[in-house]
């Protein structure tokens, strides 16, 4: 049965550093997907952060953490990884996978996400 894995949630300290992990079990493969990361805060709307689309490995960073966050993908083990460093309070919230069918497309809205979504992970920052 498909479903979306994830774990690397945590708490840091501002500066700190976590890696999410993602894998596609049972599931269609990287290659015809799209697949990425959105996150929400507390109070807040459900927001994209980063995404691969296939073919050709078109990635897409949200404004926010460019330079501080990088995609990575691993199509032997369907996975797709967030390495987040330099992490501010402002990175706090529930992080989702996504796993969208249509894999030209990297919603920037999650109500246009057609796929399925994983559980989400909790990453805190604070002092």
């Known amino acids: 049965q498909f479903a979306l894995v994830v774990s690397g949630g945590g708490s840091v300290q501002p500066g700190g550093s976590l890696k999410l992990s993602c894998s596609a079990s049972g599931g269609p493969k990287l290659d015809d997907t799209s697949i990425g990361w959105f996150r929400q805060a507390p109070g807040k709307e459900r927001e994209a952060v980063s995404c691969v689309s296939s073919p050709g490995g078109s990635i897409r960073y949200a404004n926010s953490v460019k330079g501080r966050f990088s995609i990575t993908t691993d199509t032997a083990k369907n996975a797709v990884y967030l390495q987040m460093n330099n992490l501010q309070p402002e990175d706090t919230g529930t992080y989702y996978c996504?796993?969208?069918?249509?894999?030209?497309?990297?919603?920037?809205?999650?109500?246009?996400?057609?796929?399925?979504w994983g559980p989400g992970t909790q990453v805190t920052v604070s002092s």
């Open positions: 996504m796993m969208g069918y249509n894999p030209w497309l990297c919603p920037s809205d999650p109500k246009n996400v057609v796929g399925t």
